[in-house]
């Protein structure tokens, strides 16, 4: 088990090849130019189809105004931006080494193998950490004011919620090195599955009660309603699917427990792949 996890702490030369690691995912990604610019634009895109259907949605909900349709829709935005762009980076991008044939030559290198999982980390922070900035900037144009409040208790929901979804990372990045050519279209469901259950556009009101239930067993939607609800202070029927202490004790558990078991998930198909030489097949 302790293999398994593998975690220490910390040395000058693990640091060292962490951030190396990172900037050469950082220099990859900036060789790409047009897909580089093409993402921003695709994002523009998804923002101005989804804002439009959010609006559709909250202005049928009872209650409803522009701030807090804003509020709800720009918010939820955020937090879907960073699920699944980790998913993709975080999580696929394992399956893309092994087809360009990088993963088998660093495992036989002595290169810590954590470092290069968590250095995908330091993408998904830096690189959608701007589109967000840029999207907020474009739905606030759009919808107009947003609201504000409770920024402390918001930043730290967002913290908690990150961590959590990086724990879904290690966990996908698990099922792309065991299932290989699945990991594609499981990473497409799996976003439309956060986007529907975890109501990233819409109040929680407006989904049926079928859905509601299966809402309430995924943990991240205790993370978008936690978090929308508190930058906007709670408004009337916010936060909707449980109590806000309760949110905050569930979107901490996430935030502890997903990262420790996606990890665990990760070393285990990573043995299997090790075993049965899974590392170069594509």
Known sequence: MNKLFDLKIPTTSKITTLLAMAHKELL????????FIASFGQVFLIVVIFTLAGLTFS???????????????VYGFILFMFVGDTIWTLGYDVRREIIQGTLE?????????????????VIVLVWTGLLCVAS???????????????????????????????????????????????AQPMAILLQFAFLIFCAIFFPFSSLPPTILIISRLIPFSYSVDAFRSTLMNYPE??????????EILIVTGFALIMPLIGYYLYRLAEKHARQRGGLSEY
């Open 28 to 35: 990859i990604m900036a060789r790409y130019p047009v897909e």
């Open 105 to 121: 030559q660093l495992y036989l290198s002595p290169a810590s193998k954590f470092s290069s999982l968590i250095s995908r980390v």
């Open 136 to 182: 907020v900037f474009l739905m606030v144009l759009l919808l107009g004011q947003l609201p504000f409040y409770n920024g402390l208790l918001g930043g730290y929901l967002l913290v908690m919620s990150l961590l959590g979804t990086f724990g879904m990372g290690f966990a996908f990045a698990a099922f792309a090195l065991r299932f290989k050519e699945a």
């Open 237 to 246: 029927g916010f936060p909707e699917l449980a109590p806000i202490e309760v």
């Open 59 to 73: 202005q049928n909900s009872q209650g409803s105004n522009d701030s807090i349709t804003s509020g709800v829709v």
